[in-house]
């Protein structure tokens, strides 16, 4: 991945920015105010958005009347769910009416029919195809059933692999927890993962708007930012949903962003933006040093994200980043604004 500067707004580099939704934009149903405010001037200054989610348990025009309820204006052409994108390829995959066992939300069984398949819901129903999706009422009946027909010869998709789903009183089991109820029933993988980390919900957004140079911003290093490396995208982690700066520092190479930002204003304001890199001198944050030296210390002073930038590169290119200890009264209260004081 090529890195954009963010000497100016960082949003201006980009043709598209394409959204994570839950821990970007909203914690279940709840707006996460920094960020609608940063998505409605990214609405009057008439740039291209998209929303590409995991979370199958609602349909694009029910994404977007949600969106819009927070103030939003979002069309159902610019939502791209993982639900939508699994029932378009078991729809190429099996012939009009093929019954298909549907594990998650109603939403998810509406794709299944509105691309001509059969929903059904039962191992008698000789289901060619499982496809299993997140759902808040799913059970463990379901979940049987699931496992039945993909024993019996069915293949099993799923939309998403998320194993937390973010809310407002803390992550709580997603629907990559219940595949893994289904998996550890099977001892095998699922045959087809959709949503990120695959590529195939941001390509899409790419080609859906004609954009050469689209930013994808997300909550998740698991799924967003690595399904960003995946696509070949640059990316912007905001941390107000799943991952925190001690996860970003111990980022494999396949899940690092291109930038860095406690919330979506870091998309306008570049004191609120930091560049990443495993390159101590590129990465080196204004204003601060990190000294490897026994115990790991960080001194100086500037910006949180300048401040989490220098850790990234430290921790990127080899120094351990463990323990760390503030060598000012800035990094100290730094770290502790991060979550990385001991």
Request: net charge negative.
């Amino acid at each position: 991945m090529s890195h954009s500067s963010p000497g100016g707004r960082l949003v201006d580099a980009y043709e598209l920015v394409i959204f994570d939704l839950d821990g970007v934009v909203y914690l279940v149903d709840r707006p996460i105010v920094t960020a609608v405010a940063a998505v409605g001037r990214l609405h009057a200054e008439g740039k291209p958005l998209a929303y590409a989610t995991n979370n199958a348990s609602r349909r694009a025009d029910e994404v977007a009347a949600l969106l819009t309820g927070m103030g939003l204006t979002v069309r159902p052409q610019e939502v791209l769910t993982s639900a939508a994108a699994a029932a378009e390829l078991l729809a190429h995959r099996f012939p009009p009416d093929s019954p298909v066992l549907v594990v998650g939300a109603e939403a998810l069984r509406t794709e299944v029919r509105d691309v001509g398949l059969r929903p059904v819901s039962r191992l008698e129903d000789a289901p060619v195809a499982v496809v299993q999706g997140y759902g808040p009422e799913v059970g463990w009946a379901e979940l049987a059933e699931a496992a039945l027909a993909i024993r019996a010869g069915a293949d099993w998709f799923v939309t998403n692999t998320d194993r937390t789903l973010p809310t407002a009183r803390g992550p709580v089991p997603g629907n990559g927890s219940l595949v893994a109820a289904v998996r550890t029933a099977l001892a095998r993988d699922p045959d087809v993962v959709v949503g990120k980390p695959e590529p195939a919900l941001f390509t899409a957004a790419a080609r859906r708007f004609g954009a050469a140079r689209p930013l994808v911003v997300g909550d998740r290093l698991d799924t967003d930012i690595e399904g960003a490396v995946r696509a070949g995208m640059e990316s912007l982690l905001v941390l107000t949903g799943v991952s925190a700066p001690v996860d970003l520092l111990r980022a494999a190479p396949s899940a690092r962003p291109d930038f860095v930002a406690s919330d979506l204003g870091g998309l306008f304001d570049p004191a609120r933006v930091a560049r990443l890199s495993a390159d101590p001198a590129e990465g080196a944050g204004a204003g601060w040093q990190v000294v490897d030296g026994g115990p790991t210390v960080l001194t100086g002073e500037g910006t949180r994200m300048a401040a989490l930038a220098a850790l990234c590169a430290a921790s990127w290119s080899g120094v351990p980043v463990d323990t760390l200890e503030p060598g000012s009264e800035a990094a100290r209260k730094t770290l502790g604004e991060l979550g990385l004081l001991p």
